[in-house]
């Protein structure tokens, strides 16, 4: 008997228009009802993750931030992984050194040196998972993200 259903939003839950399709809302409302749990996993932000399940009145579990946080139906947090500041100092010197992009979220929001980078790296992944999009609608799709981060 299945137990538990996870499930990413990008490329997977969420439609082309960055929302939950009705039948994807039926499959959920019919997998709780059987007692199935079902929970998001992604690696947006809570903010981020919770619009489209509130938009489509849908109550799940999230595990977001790439596993750094689990958030109960409710909204609360139970678990957090965090790093202390000498890590990610460390973090932040060998990415500036390398010239990597770096993300890091934090409690008060997501820090990335630019926004343009932030917003360059949504728009590919955008693309990636929705080919059929037209480039506008991608770039205000990564826009609004960016704002809901």
Known sequence: ???????DL?????SSTGEISEK?????R???K?????VVATGRSYASASIPLKKAALNCPIICVNGAELYSVDGQLIH??????ILI???IKVTNNEQAYLELYTNEGIYAKKQTNFIDILTKIISLNHPEITKEEVEKRAEQRFQDE
């Not at 957090?80 to 500041?85: F, L």
């Open 30 to 32: 019919k997998a709780q």
């Open 10 to 14: 990008d490329g997977t839950l969420l």
């Open 80 to 85: 957090s992984i965090t790093m202390n500041k």
């Open 1 to 7: 008997m299945i137990k538990i259903i996870a499930t």
């Open 24 to 28: 994807n809302i039926e499959a959920i």
């Open 34 to 38: 059987a007692g199935i749990e079902v």
């Open 89 to 91: 100092d460390e973090i």
